[in-house]
């Protein structure tokens, strides 16, 4: 939709490399909407994974906050802007 109103977009994908702590994540969530079932850790493990056939930014979230996740991403997305300072 972005590219039909001629508006910017990037491709984001996140990820946490670390298994322990992506598992330790996963498995402390905390539901704050009613009725969604969250899935298990076996679950998302299960889970296939596609890759992505085209040009995307990858955030690694393992051991950032979600402060210095989105200060990587503000980085990256600067320079996908062209902006090098």
Known sequence: MAQSLFVPFAEIE????DKQEHAR?????VVNIP?????TWS???ARPYEGWDRPHIVID????TVSE???ALR???S???GDTS
Request: negative net charge.
């Open 14 to 17: 996140v990820v946490c490399s």
């Open 25 to 29: 994540r996963i498995v402390s969530r």
């Open 35 to 39: 009725g969604l079932a969250l899935p």
């Open 43 to 45: 679950e998302v493990e």
């Open 61 to 64: 979230t393992a051991h950032k």
């Open 69 to 71: 996740s989105l200060a």
């Open 75 to 77: 980085h990256m997305l």
């Open 79 to 81: 320079y996908e802007d």
